[in-house]
Nanobody, 124 residues
Framework: QVQLVESGGGLVQAGDSLRLSCTAS????????MGWFRQAPGKEREFVAR????????YYADSVKGRFTVSRDNAKNTVYLQMNSLKPEDTAVYYC?????????????????WGQGTQVTVSS
């Protein structure tokens, strides 16, 4: 069983930055592909970013490309989401997730473990 714990959310103004962290339990973190997703009120969960197990490859949703950066530190069992130039439409609960199987997916159903989420609110 893998436990994921997100932190770093908060209330910021448009144009500000935040860095989210997600720390995993267990020794197999370095084997997992990691993803970030978000869910705004009244909307479905959507993919934000993903990163390979080594951190060598990343992929972003068009809505955050150029503003968000995903990275990881396998020595610390932690994945990060650096969010710059935040917009009110970025307001959501942000979740990290671990994919243990094959592939490199943007679909939530392909991820096996999820954190509890951290709230990000961007005021205009």
């Amino acid at each position: 069983q893998v436990q994921l714990v997100e932190s770093g959310g908060g209330l910021v103004q448009a144009g500000d930055s935040l860095r989210l962290s997600c720390t995993a339990s267990g020794r197999a973190f370095a084997n997992y592909r990691m993803g970030w997703f978000r869910q705004a009120p009244g909307k479905e969960r959507e993919f934000v970013a993903r990163i390979t197990s080594t951190g060598g490859m990343t992929y972003y949703a068009d809505s955050v490309k150029g503003r968000f950066t995903v990275s990881r530190d396998n020595a610390k069992n932690t994945v990060y989401l650096q969010m710059n130039s935040l917009k009110p439409e970025d307001t959501a609960v942000y979740y990290c997730a671990a994919q243990t199987g094959l592939g490199f997916s943007t679909l939530g159903k392909d991820y096996d473990y999820w954190g509890q989420g951290t709230q990000v609110t961007v005021s205009s």
